[in-house]
C-alpha cells in the first residue's frame, strides 16, 4: 500500500517520532546529544518552529512542534540530514542512520497539547535513565527542566506552554509540576503516539458506542484529534494539493512556450534563462515575456524567475517590444 503524503502546514501542532534503523542508537555520547541540540537551536531560528516538548533518548527522539512558516520538512529535512552526515564521519559508518522517513501525527491542541508534553518529558523516567522527578528537573536531554526553570534553553518555547496554567510565571510552573507528578506513574500511551480512529477516541467502547449512534467517524491515521479537526485537516490539505498541482501545470506551460520559442527562435534556452544579453536573445525575451503575461496571465516576477533577468526588466523589455509595433 503507497505511504500517504505527510499533512503539514505553517502552524499546525506536530507529534514528530524518529527512530534508528532497526532499534540502533542515534547517539552514542553526549558530545552528539550536545551537538544535536545546537543543530536544533539554528534550525529554529532559521525557519520559525517552536519546539514545545522534547526528549531525546538512545535510540529515538521525540518532538512537540508548532511548524513554521514553511512547514516541518525544511526544518526536519536539515536536522536529521546534518546528524546522519556527521555521526556517520564520527563512528566512520555509511548508510541510512534513521528507520524510514519520520513519523509526524498532526495534534488536536485541545485536549492533546498539555498530554503530549507530559508524555514526552516523562520518557527518561519511564525508561530509568533517571530515578525522580527532582533528577528529571536536572536532565539535560529533554525540556523539562527548561519548562521547571532548572535549565535553560534560549530556543525552547517555554511561555505558551506555562500559560496554559497560569499567566503568572511561579504558579505556572507549580500547575505544570502537578500535572507532571499526577503522570509519573503511567506507562506507554499508545493513544499519544499514533493517530488514528480508535487513539484519538480513546479506545474500541468509544468507536462501538459512537458507530451505533451513526455519528460521523470521520479519522485518518496521520492525525490525533476529534472528527471535526480532522475533517478540517482534510480539507485544508486538499486545497493545499490542488494549488500545488495548479502550480506545477503553470511551470510546465511557461517550460513548453520557452522551450518552443527558443527553438523557433534558434536561441538555447539555457542562454536565455542565464539572462544572457545578446540582441536576439533579448528580443526574443520581451517576445516570451509579452506571450506568458497576455496570453497565459503569469506574473510578472514569475515571469523573470523563468527568463533569467528582474522583473523590472521583463517590464521594460515587454513595453519597449510592445512600442516599437505600434511605431511600426
Known amino acids: 500500500m503507497p505511504r500517504q503524503a505527510r499533512l503539514d502546514a505553517p502552524g499546525i501542532l506536530h507529534h514528530v517520532m524518529v527512530r534508528g534503523i532497526e532499534g540502533c542508537p542515534i547517539f552514542l555520547d553526549d558530545q552528539d ?173 468509544q468507536v462501538l458506542s459512537l458507530r451505533d449512534s451513526k455519528k460521523d467517524l470521520k479519522h485518518d491515521a496521520r492525525i490525533l484529534g476529534g472528527g471535526d479537526f480532522v475533517q478540517d485537516i482534510l480539507r485544508d490539505a486538499d486545497r493545499s494539493l490542488r494549488r500545488q498541482l495548479k502550480l506545477g501545470e503553470r511551470r510546465r506551460s511557461i517550460d513548453q512556450v520557452i522551450k518552443r520559442m527558443c527553438e523557433g ?19 526574443l525575451r520581451a517576445k516570451i515575456s509579452s506571450h506568458l503575461s497576455h496570453e497565459l496571465g503569469i506574473p510578472m516576477a514569475e515571469i523573470a524567475r523563468h527568463v533569467g533577468v528582474c522583473g523590472s526588466a521583463v517590464i521594460k523589455a515587454i513595453q519597449k517590444m510592445e512600442s516599437a509595433d505600434q511605431d511600426s
Open 265 to 283: 527562435g534558434g536561441i538555447r534556452e539555457e542562454e536565455l534563462r542565464n539572462g544572457g544579453q545578446r540582441r536576439k536573445v533579448s528580443r
Open 33 to 205: 546529544r550536545q551537538d544535536f541540540v545546537s543543530r536544533i537551536g539554528e534550525l529554529v531560528e532559521m525557519t520559525g518552529t517552536k519546539v514545545l516538548a522534547w526528549t531525546l533518548m538512545d535510540n529515538h527522539l521525540h518532538l512537540l512542534i508548532f511548524s513554521g512558516s514553511q512547514g516541518i520538512s525544511k526544518f526536519m529535512r536539515c536536522l536529521l540530514t546534518g546528524h546522519a552526515v556527521r555521526y556517520n564521519l564520527k563512528y566512520h559508518r555509511s548508510g541510512h542512520l534513521f528507520q524510514n522517513r519520520y513519523k509526524s501525527i498532526v495534534c488536536e491542541e485541545d485536549p492533546y497539547l498539555l498530554e503530549l508534553v507530559r508524555y514526552i518529558h516523562l520518557n527518561p523516567l519511564r525508561a530509568g535513565i533517571v530515578k525522580g522527578m527532582e533528577e528529571l528537573d536536572r536532565y539535560p536531554w529533554c525540556g523539562h527542566g527548561v519548562l521547571t526553570g532548572r535549565r535553560k534553553n534560549d530556543w525552547q518555547e517555554t511561555e505558551y506552554v506555562l500559560k496554559q496554567f497560569s499567566e503568572e510565571r511561579g504558579n505556572a510552573i507549580r500547575g505544570y509540576r502537578k500535572l507532571m507528578e499526577e503522570g509519573k506513574q503511567q506507562g506507554r500511551r499508545l493513544d499519544l503516539v499514533g493517530g488514528g480512529l480508535i487513539r484519538s477516541l480513546g479506545g474500541w467502547s
